[in-house]
């Protein structure tokens, strides 16, 4: 891919891309939109590099997660050496709906992957496929934690499942 | 199709969610254009690291091989002839008694007897040894 389709890709995905870095820093913008910065760096200076073998949606919401997880480690390891310059992650609760409330109470309390696997079907609006090309499983695994997951959900949320 | 009623349901609990959340979103060429400032840093900085860490085996280098001889580095033939004839004042202690015998060759006295290249010669014809008897034994 050239520098320019490169940018081309980035820019269609932009919005999904913020939206799955803010899922995957736990709703933290400050730290959702440098993970986003940091992981256009790594496209752009070749440490990840679209082999082609998914979509380049895939490959994006890849880099973003495997970003974010570094970032997580890093801010534990300066934690745990007692950094004072470490900020503590906030997620954006102020003004926020009881809806909304609710609705990330319940996935906070999902296993990650069922968590994750939600969050990229319903929020970003992938299909359950490309939800496990992007976490790197089968998509037999990934259809079970999405079955896993929705049922949680909607017992969670009160969804009834009559009408 | 009551599992679509929950599928329904969630989505439009995470489509409300996303509505919010991408009001928010910072617009792609600012981060973009601040991905790219960052891109170039890390390798100007990574070359420059890679330029000092050369240089400084070369700089080494030169200074060692470059350092003027200084005086004391060669002694004057003189001074070096007295430690080459220098001996110790004990060195005579050395010289032990017989010494001498190490270090040359034994002579064989002459002439050679002709027995000596006689193979038929019967043995008798050897000259006894003469070794004397130890003391208090009678032959």
Redesign the interface.
């Known amino acids: 891919m050239t520098p320019g389709e490169i940018e081309a890709e980035l820019e269609t995905h932009h919005r999904a891309g913020f939206a799955w870095s803010l899922a995957c820093c736990g709703r933290d913008r400050e730290e959702a939109e440098d993970v986003l910065q940091a992981s256009y760096l790594k496209i752009l200076d070749g440490r990840a590099e679209f082999a082609g073998r998914s979509s380049f949606k895939t490959f994006l919401f890849g880099v973003i997660r495997k970003t974010a997880s570094e970032a997580r480690r890093r801010r534990l390891v300066r934690e745990w050496f007692g950094a004072h310059s470490v900020r503590t992650p906030r997620a954006a609760t102020e003004n926020a709906s009881e809806d909304r409330l609710a609705l990330l109470g319940a996935l906070a309390k999902l296993p990650r992957r069922q968590r994750e696997v939600l969050e990229l079907v319903f929020y970003i609006g992938l299909t359950v496929e490309e939800a496990a090309e992007t976490l790197g499983v089968s998509p037999g695994t990934a259809r079970i934690h999405y079955d896993r997951g929705k049922r949680r959900m909607a017992s969670l949320l009160g969804i009834s499942k009559h009408d | 199709m ?2 679509d ?3 329904r ?3 439009a ?6 509505d ?3 009001s ?3 617009l ?1 060429r600012t ?2 254009d ?3 400032r ?2 170039s840093l ?2 100007r900085r990574f070359f420059m690291l890679i330029a000092a860490a050369a240089t400084i085996p070369v700089v080494v280098a030169v200074v060692v091989l470059r350092r003027p001889a200084g005086p004391a580095r060669f002694l004057p033939e003189a001074d070096a002839n007295a430690i080459a004839a220098w001996t110790s004042p004990t060195e005579s202690l050395l010289d032990t008694p017989g010494s001498e015998l190490y270090g040359e060759a034994p002579a064989i006295a002459e002439p050679i007897p002709e027995w000596i290249f006689d193979s038929n010669a019967p043995s008798s014809t050897t000259p006894p040894l003469s070794t004397p008897a130890p003391k208090g034994v009678s032959s």
């Open positions: 009551t599992e009623r929950v599928e349901d969630l989505a609990r995470f489509q409300r969610l996303r919010e959340d991408d928010h979103a910072p792609f981060l973009y601040a991905a790219h960052k891109d890390p390798r």
